[in-house]
């Protein structure tokens, strides 16, 4: 591409986010752009002409000729978000501007392997666009979140713990010759990380902590997902905490967070007790019961993963962790012993902004992120490329 | 200001940016923007005007007339790269593509307070000046590293534990009526940060761990310093390590890996054991004479701190750790131990590609870095802005 190709891109995408941010006039993208008038006719009409924004009157008024209103199309332009989790793959169709138009939630195993997994979900996908009218060519994006470790910049799966084959597997390959929307794929705490910041306009630095079977971290700032040199970052289950050298994680190392204040684990710790628990589930289930034995684990386990998201907060010194996972719906059992351990621990500069709070968007975290990544790429210049090549 | 001005500051910056990327002649700008040629000749001569860059003739060549070649301003536009230590100020005068004009270092007690070290400094600045035959009115920045903690958006310093007298303090005002360049502070590791990243071309997130009296680290990604919400991000030094309950930090907490695994806390260690260390230069000099029990110290620490980096590196996946401050000097006690536990701790996704190394730049990490971020900032928008006003 040349480097005025790349400019012009550059220039569309800018045009394009200015009205996702809500600018409907051609003035208005003229003044905040600089661009001629001229200039800004030419583009738009370019962007009006491949379906990624529409024109409408609106209401005349008394002075006149009604203003013409700009904004993402609405019709012929919808992307897919997928939320794939380890037994159910959630699918919703959007517009660009985020009302969902159709959503479905189908089960599924995930260590059936990659190639019926997603022969399943394009099925399934391929249903929900039927059932909400719009032919295959009106997705612009799909986006994708996995349950396991992705190099994001290829879609590849990486040494999952728990997808059984599809290690190495690079998704959008699949989709290759099935569907013509560029395919996004990202660890789904990523996806929920991105959701849950796009619900918070005053937060800058946000990191979105998963626990549930096991934990995990997504890290935001300024919008952009941080996933680090190998797309690893935010892989903070194997931190280990003090003073549980005893506990064997399946990573073969021991005092790994995840193995000692999981989900998981604080069910494996009732088991031993006597108390009938066999996942992340069963405590959620104990705990709102009142079983004391059950909130005591839970609350240790806090403190454990107070005492990680300490260190975190004095190296990042977010404004805003945010817990999810099942987990996570413990509330008030979860919330006290985090908080306290990191205010024992991290430095009072780093702690006097930041907000730990419980998830905003609950389940709908993963799907919500995914969606805002496809548009997220679509406005991008490589995404407009696409749309107008 | 306007949308249109701020465009304008924009394209600007662009295209000083890209001269000092290399760019010698108007025709590559025109090129690389996609800016028509008249608009090129436009902001150019304003820049030119300004004093920013320069157009120099070459040497004619037999194809006709010499194309001339454009470079950032060598003359009259300098910034000053100021490096504050405890006991020390490093002052360079630079010219804008990075060559040092002239440097001093000077004696000083930052425990004598905000005045008293700000007037010396600012005469220290003057005599160098001087020196090299500039005038005030050719510093166009001056960037400033300091020992403490720092809110690098205004430039105070917020409870900073060695810097008595100067919590609270706001720098940049103390410079107000009598320098006219903008002023920017920020922490000494940051600096540093800044600086290993600049000599560093194929990384993209690194993280500089200094290891002398204290420990300490800065975060850099995309070549900008990762500051969090409140300046505070990288302040390692507090993180718990685990096994060390019993070592109370001069925080008030306990098992801080600075009171673990600092340069005082092993100096400290072998006073304890009846070897006579008061500081870190204490244990470099021990270490290098071959003292086993100084070795051995050391080599605990290094896993100490190596734990910690563990924790970090599956956190934010970075591909570059540099490892400075006294106590790096020590290269083989300090790398195999720190690499060892990294390694162990850490998920192979996240260390395949992480390098653990020495500070390339030594002392100079911090003047550099400085240098660098006063050249960032004159050639972003804001800095064009104040150019050109």
């Given at each position: 591409m040349t480097a005025a190709a790349d400019r012009q891109l550059t220039s569309l995408s800018e045009l394009a986010g200015l009205v996702a941010g809500g600018a409907t006039r051609r003035s208005q993208l003229a003044t905040a752009t600089g661009l001629s008038r001229a200039a800004v006719a030419q583009r738009v009409d370019l962007l009006i002409d491949r379906g990624l924004l529409v024109e409408t009157g609106t209401v005349a008024t008394e002075r006149g000729r009604p203003p013409l209103s700009l904004q993402l199309a609405s019709h012929a332009a919808v992307v897919c978000a997928v939320d794939l989790g380890a037994t159910h793959a959630t699918v919703a169709i959007s517009e660009l501007g985020g009302a969902v138009l159709a959503e479905t939630t189908e089960d599924l195993d995930i260590n059936d392997g990659p190639e019926a997994v997603l022969t399943a979900l394009d099925a399934q996908i391929g249903r929900l666009l039927d059932s909400?009218?719009?032919?295959?060519?009106?997705?612009?994006?799909?986006?994708?979140?996995?349950?396991?470790?992705?190099?994001?910049?290829?879609?590849?799966?990486?040494?999952?713990?728990?997808?059984?084959?599809?290690?190495?597997?690079?998704?959008?390959?699949?989709?290759?010759?099935?569907?013509?929307?560029?395919?996004?794929?990202?660890?789904?705490?990523?996806?929920?990380?991105?959701?849950?910041?796009?619900?918070?306009?005053?937060?800058?630095?946000?990191?979105?902590?998963?626990?549930?079977?096991?934990?995990?971290?997504?890290?935001?700032?300024?919008?952009?997902?941080?996933?680090?040199?190998?797309g690893a970052a935010g892989d903070i289950g194997h931190i280990a905490v003090p003073g549980h050298d005893d506990v064997l994680c399946h990573c073969g190392n021991t005092g790994c967070v995840e193995a000692v204040a999981s989900g998981a684990a604080v069910a494996a710790r009732l088991r031993a007790a006597g108390v009938p628990a066999e996942h992340a589930a069963d405590v959620v289930r104990l705990v709102a019961a009142g079983d004391p034995l059950a909130r005591r684990q839970v609350r240790l386990a806090a403190q454990r993963i107070g005492d990680v998201l300490a260190s975190l907060v004095s190296f990042y010194n977010p404004d805003t962790i945010v817990l999810g996972g099942s987990i996570a719906s413990l509330h008030d059992d979860l919330l006290a012993d985090i908080r306290a351990a990191v205010y024992r621990r991290a430095l009072p500069l780093a702690t006097r902004t930041v907000a730990i709070e419980t998830t905003l968007l609950g389940r709908r975290a993963g799907i919500e992120g995914a969606r805002r990544l496809a548009v997220q790429h679509l406005l991008s210049p490589a995404g407009i490329a696409r749309f107008i090549g």
């Open positions: 909400a009218g719009h032919p295959a060519e009106h997705v612009r994006a799909i986006s994708i979140g996995v349950p396991g470790p992705v190099e994001a910049s290829t879609g590849t799966v990486v040494r999952p713990p728990i997808m059984r084959g599809w290690d190495g597997y690079r998704v959008p390959g699949f989709f290759a010759g099935r569907r013509s929307a560029p395919v996004l794929v990202d660890n789904d705490v990523n996806m929920m990380a991105l959701g849950e910041y796009g619900h918070r306009p005053a937060t800058a630095h946000l990191l979105y902590v998963k626990v549930g079977t096991g934990i995990g971290c997504g890290i935001v700032s300024g919008g952009v997902v941080h996933r680090g040199a190998t």
